[in-house]
């Protein structure tokens, strides 16, 4: 890989002004690791819209155009995942680092097509896998690494979502472009399920899965998402469901000494595991543990809101490490295996031979 | 003439079309594809041909304008988060007025909102008109008044390139199954409200008499050009309009008051607090934003003389005329059939 030895700023640029381009945009107006010299969408409005409020240099509606006169450094590509990978390759020969939304390629296969073709043009490539970056998560590792949970066998995580009675995914009259991936709208949230659960599972080498539409209808592919991972001894249960409520995003690791919960929309972190008052008191001591952790939770969580504090800190802190990682030439907080693996786990919860 | 209306299935836009019909015009009504016609009564006049779109996307939209004499552009989105708002109403927009320039149509009755005014620094009492400044810091208002306002630079830019465009700013627009407004305060549940101010003026415009300026506003050449604001005549303070609406009601609200004088020092103070302490980060419920809260119930002074004059219009209902209307069984968007045409079918 070139070398890009230089504390100066990187040259960063834009493609697509969606719903995530604002947590993108916020971080580069603001880092002084990087200089937003470009942003680009098909719509000149929305171009300029966001030109103008993150403090870009010039807008286009022209990608290639973008990259020919620009020449960034890095390229952050906010468009449907369909797309991703013309724009991607097109990126990475131009001479740029590529940092990509979720999911990265619709199908495993074209994301080893699209890695070989970065590491022929000997330049990175990041899928944004930005919860692994957020403090519950953190904080479940560091339970994990410090054997308080003892050893993880058994994993679940969970996305509750009701995209079904409103919002952009249930818009008959210009559907989402994700209905259209292999699982639907579920699929452009199972890169975060994958990679939350390969974090404490490591690896996989069983699927079993169950897809549903329950609310019928022409427009979802799926609704619901019930599948059964293994890795040996271990267990994991990666959940989607549009028909729980209220939203959450939990992780649920349990282990042979005790058991962690964390939330990621509302975050919040449990752990029920033998205290040093004894077998006997331990569950006592542990509902007072927990009373405590949520009482302090629903004041950070206050104050969370008040502040406009979203479940995007992850995005942040992924985005600064890989400026730096570029900057310093070391490595990247997203690996190849690491989106090797996620992409191979996707796949095969969407092949069909798994299906229940 | 032949109209192309956007956004025809909407509150102001179904009363729109059938203004339009009454005065013998023809109008291509554009609705998004899974709309429920049943409710529109004119969607099988004769007069009438049923665009099946969505302007998010350009796709049909050329092909769809062919002909046609002008453009009455009301279709945008009011709820949502700013990206969905952005998309039904500013690229919505751009793709409308893009596909209006392959289509060489230059003449669009484009329809704006009061939301676009500065409220804020204006003075109590005073008269807002067309000519008052409009929004010059967007951010502190809401995603409506943000995306109008790029909505109304996208007029202006098709107005440099060769467009005529007649501007029409509606103010608060009410009508059946609309009656609340946001002017009087917020609705607690079904049995509460909580009303703030009692006797600021509130710009109203009853939506017939809205909808019959506004294609007026699209016949009359003297409209090009100019920015109209549209209110009714003897418009109504909080309280009467209010006392109005419970008349109407099978069940009077449990209501709570707030003076606009209580208010708005609370919503300073918010400001301030938020501005020294928080570095402006706090985001607080609207109400507690001064920018938010002026524009919803500062006592201003509103005037239509403009519409009156360049159109020569008068709102045909009072707010008595206009609630009874509202409450009645009447088919407000029934159209008659001309006989000529009857006879033409038969």
């Known amino acids: 890989m070139t070398t890009l030895v230089r504390t100066s700023t990187l040259k960063a640029t834009v493609i697509g002004t969606g719903l995530i381009s604002k947590e993108h945009l916020s971080f580069l107006a603001e880092s002084n690791r990087a200089n937003l010299v470009g942003v680009c969408d098909l719509s000149e409005a929305a171009a300029n819209y966001a030109t103008q409020r993150f403090g870009a240099k010039k807008f286009y509606t022209n990608y290639r155009q973008m990259l020919d ?160 991972v293994f890795s040996g001894s271990k267990h994991a249960r990666i959940r989607f469901s549009s028909y729980t409520q209220p939203d959450c995003f939990s992780v649920i690791l349990r282990g042979s000494r005790g058991y962690a919960e964390a939330d990621l929309f509302q975050p919040y972190v449990r752990c029920i595991v033998p205290r040093a008052v004894g077998k006997q008191l331990s569950p006592l001591a542990n509902q007072f543990s927990n009373g405590w952790t949520l009482m302090s939770a629903s004041v950070n969580n206050f104050r969370r809101k008040l502040l406009q504090q979203t479940p995007y800190e992850g995005l942040h802190f992924l985005l600064d490490e890989t400026y730096k990682a570029l900057q310093e030439n070391k490595p990247l907080p997203i690996g190849f295996e690491d989106m090797e693996l996620t992409s191979r786990l996707v796949n095969a919860l969407v092949s069909q031979e798994n299906y229940l | 003439m032949k109209l192309f209306v956007t956004g025809a299935s909407g509150f102001l836009g179904q009363y729109i079309v059938a203004e339009a019909l009454r005065r013998g015009h023809q109008v291509s009504a554009v609705i998004r594809p899974k709309t429920d016609l049943s409710r529109l009564s004119w969607y099988d006049h004769p007069e009438v041909k049923l665009v099946r779109l969505d302007l998010r996307e350009m796709s049909g939209l050329i092909e769809s304008l062919q002909g046609v004499d002008n453009v009455i552009h009301l279709a945008a989105v009011k709820a949502g988060d700013f990206y969905t708002q952005f998309a039904g109403t500013v690229i919505a927009t751009e793709n409308l007025l893009t596909a209006m320039k392959k289509a060489e149509i230059q003449r669009l009755t484009a329809i704006s909102t009061f939301s676009v005014y500065d409220y804020l620094n204006m003075r109590s009492g005073k008269v807002l008109d067309e000519n008052s400044p409009l929004e010059k810091n967007p951010l502190n208002r809401d995603e409506y008044a943000q995306t109008k306002l790029i909505q109304e630079e996208l007029y202006r830019n098709f107005e440099r390139d060769g467009g005529q465009v007649a501007i029409i700013r509606p103010g608060m627009i009410y009508g059946r199954d609309f009656l609340w407004n946001a002017c009087l305060g917020a609705e607690l549940g079904e049995s509460a409200w909580l009303r703030i101010g009692a006797s600021a003026i509130m710009p109203l415009s009853y939506v017939e008499n809205c909808a019959e300026a506004i294609v007026i506003a699209s016949e009359c050449e003297r409209a090009l050009g100019q920015t109209i604001n549209i209110v009714d005549d003897n418009l109504p303070t909080q309280n009467i309009y209010a006392k109005k609406l419970m008349e109407y009601m099978e069940k009077t609200p449990r209501t709570f008051f707030v003076s606009w004088t209580v208010i708005r020092l609370i919503a300073r103070s918010a400001w301030l607090y938020n501005h020294w302490f928080l570095k402006g980060k706090a985001r607080l419920p609207g109400i507690f934003v001064p920018a938010k809260l002026h524009a919803r119930f500062k006592p201003l002074r509103y005037s239509n003389q403009k519409a009156k004059e360049v159109l020569n219009w008068k709102p045909k209902y009072s707010l008595q005329t206009a609630f009874e209307r509202s409450c009645s069984d009447a088919d407000l968007l029934a159209v008659p059939v001309p006989e000529s045409t009857v006879s033409k079918v038969a």
């Open chain 1, 69 to 228: 006169e620009v020449k960034p450094d890095v390229v952050h590509i906010l468009t449907p995942p369909h797309t991703h990978k013309t724009i991607a390759m097109d990126c990475l020969q131009a001479g740029a680092h590529v940092i990509c939304e979720k999911p990265i390629t619709p199908t495993y296969d074209e994301f080893k097509e699209l890695w070989s073709f970065a590491k022929q043009c000997d330049r990175h490539l990041i899928e944004n896998q930005n919860y692994r970056f957020n403090q519950p998560i953190f904080k479940l590792q560091k339970l994990v690494q410090e054997g308080t949970l003892g050893e993880v066998e058994d994993i679940e995580v969970r996305m509750a979502l009701d995209i079904r009675s409103g919002g952009r995914y249930a818009d008959e009259n210009l559907p989402s472009p994700v209905h259209k991936l292999p699982g639907g709208v579920i699929h452009d949230f199972l890169t975060h399920l994958c990679y939350l659960t390969l974090l404490f599972l490591q690896d996989f080498d069983g699927v079993k899965v169950a897809w549903n539409n329950y609310g019928g209808g022409d427009l979802f592919k799926y609704d619901d998402l019930d599948a059964l």
